[in-house]
């Protein structure tokens, strides 16, 4: 199995930053990609950014282009999600995922294996 463990969330003030965490640990050897998500109350869950692990290739919703970096630290196992120029529009359930058996594109919730059990990122204007 494979554990997906999400932190950084927090309070933030429209304009400012926040820079989420994602550790995994457990069977991760074949590990395709990592994918960040974002879930409002009454929303579905939706794509913010993605890597793969071995060709380091990134993707980013067009909602969070300019704004957002995503990155990775192969030793701790450990992705991470700045988010900078926050938007109230940007408050919501963070999740992070993995995609380590399942193929698929890194765009879709169907394509990851394992979830973590989110973190909560609130932008007050």
């Known amino acids: 199995q494979v554990q997906v463990v999400e932190s950084g969330g927090g309070l933030v003030q429209a304009g400012g930053s926040l820079r989420l965490s994602c550790a995994t640990s457990?069977?991760?050897?074949?590990?395709?990609?990592m994918g960040w998500f974002r879930q409002a109350p009454g929303q579905e869950r939706e794509f913010v950014a993605a890597v793969s692990w071995s060709g380091g290739d990134i993707y980013y919703a067009d909602s969070v282009k300019g704004r957002f970096i995503i990155s990775r630290d192969d030793i701790k196992n450990t992705v991470y999600l700045q988010m900078n120029s926050l938007k109230p529009e940007d408050t919501a359930v963070y999740y992070c995922a993995a995609q380590v058996y399942n193929g698929g594109s890194v765009y879709y919730t169907r394509s990851y294996d394992y979830w973590g059990q989110g973190t909560q990122v609130t932008v007050s204007s």
């Open positions: 457990g069977r991760t050897g074949s590990r395709n990609s």
